[in-house]
């Protein structure tokens, strides 16, 4: 079973990037984190980051005809983007959207999602965990749990 973990813009930076919000670990470490994780539930998963829209867009569509489902944490793009919006309700795999914060607790414009309502769930606010959950959830999904 193969599962695509896809980070949006300025996730690249975390360990640096506010680490008070975001945390002290890097993309890398969730990366390798998830990888294990994946192996010891049985998926082969792959981890991609982009800080371009269109790059995201095409991930979408590209992991439709190799993955069974996606972990997604669309960084800024979750408030404003229509399109990944689209892509997401374009695709037929499950998304699970992932948020290292808890976008409720912040700035009023982080709580709203556009992706929200095309996505299977959400998990928001476990730091480098969301991605962790989101990935068992996701897999429970698939397996038809
Ligand atoms: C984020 C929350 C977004 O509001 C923000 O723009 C990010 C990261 C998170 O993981 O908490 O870039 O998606």
Redesign the pocket.
């Known amino acids: 079973m193969k599962i695509l973990i896809l980070h949006?813009?300025?996730?690249n930076l975390l360990g640096t990037r506010e680490p008070e919000?975001?945390g002290s670990m890097t993309l890398n470490d969730i990366n390798e984190k998830m990888i294990a994780l994946g192996k010891e539930l049985g998926a082969d998963v792959t981890c991609l980051q982009s800080n371009h829209e269109g790059a995201l867009i095409d991930a979408l569509h590209d992991a439709r005809t190799w993955a069974a489902g996606v972990v997604f944490?669309?960084?800024?793009?979750?408030?404003t983007s229509v399109a990944l919006r689209d892509a997401i309700s374009a695709i037929a795999i499950p998304v699970i959207e992932?948020?290292?914060?808890?976008?409720y607790a912040?700035?009023e414009f982080?709580q709203t999602s556009m992706i929200s309502a095309v996505c299977k769930g959400r998990v928001?606010?476990f730091g480098w965990r969301?991605y962790e959950l989101g990935l068992r959830g996701l897999l429970e999904i698939v397996k038809g749990g």
């Open positions: 949006g813009p300025n996730l919000v975001y944490n669309p960084g800024g793009y979750t408030h992932a948020h290292l914060s808890n976008v912040r700035e982080r928001t606010g969301s």
